[in-house]
């Protein structure tokens, strides 16, 4: 079965205190690997698009990276307007769906 | 920026009862898809639809569901006859290309009594 698992469910930071997030998937012929932020009561917001192992992306304080089993998105020194919960995603080949992790909660303190 | 939007942002409905959701994707992409996220769950996808014929739907898009471009612009979500867990945000999504990002509106929350 397509699996994407996230870790950690929920992250604090203090203001400027970097960390990364993690996502896994169980799929062989990974076609795309996606992140996205999703702010309370609003649709998921398109971040970065990864296609291969090895690739990276990189957005402000944010930067996306691709192994052949995980992804990390790493936060440098982060703001309190980073605070929202980070999405993973994945599509396969032959098939357009989208499969979604559950989210990693990310709170930036002051 | 160009947006989906998605109205309403909030349908309280009575079970049985029929509803629309309506999408007005990106104006230039070409791939248009609903999913749904129910409270404390993951985004879960229900359809895509590509060239006015559904190209995927998942299990949950079962014959109570439907969707349809009825002009250049509208996508909607049918749901004949709603039931209780029925319940959930639903997002509309669009891209240019099936290998491109899609793009979320910010949702109608169905809310079934």
């Known amino acids: 079965e397509d699996q994407v698992t996230q870790s950690p469910e929920a992250l604090r930071l203090q203001e400027g205190e970097s960390s990364s997030l993690n996502c896994s998937y169980t799929v062989s012929g990974l076609r795309g690997l996606f992140w996205y932020r999703q702010d309370p009561g609003k649709g998921p917001e398109f971040l970065f698009t990864l296609y291969s192992a090895g690739e990276e992306k990189e957005k402000e304080r944010l930067k996306a990276t691709l192994t052949k089993k995980e992804s990390f998105l790493h936060i440098t020194a982060p703001k309190p307007e980073d605070s929202a919960t980070y999405l993973c995603a994945r599509s396969r080949g032959g098939s357009e769906k989208l499969v979604f992790g559950k989210g990693t909660k990310l709170t930036v303190n002051p | 920026e160009p947006e989906v939007t998605q109205t309403p942002s909030h349908q309280v409905t009575q079970m049985g009862q029929e509803v629309i959701l309506r999408c007005v994707p990106i104006?230039?992409?070409?791939?248009f898809y609903w999913y749904r996220q129910i409270l404390g769950q993951k985004v879960e996808f229900l359809v895509s639809f590509y060239n006015n014929e559904i190209s995927e739907k998942s299990e949950i898009f079962d014959d109570q569901f439907s969707v349809e471009r009825p002009d250049g612009s509208n996508f909607t979500l049918k749901i004949r006859s709603t039931k209780l867990e029925d319940s959930a945000m639903y997002f509309c999504?669009?891209?240019?290309?099936?290998?491109?990002?899609?793009?979320f509106g910010d949702g109608t929350r169905l809310s079934i009594l």
């Open positions: 999504a669009s891209s240019s290309d099936s290998n491109q990002p899609q793009h």
């Open positions: 104006s230039n992409h070409l791939y």
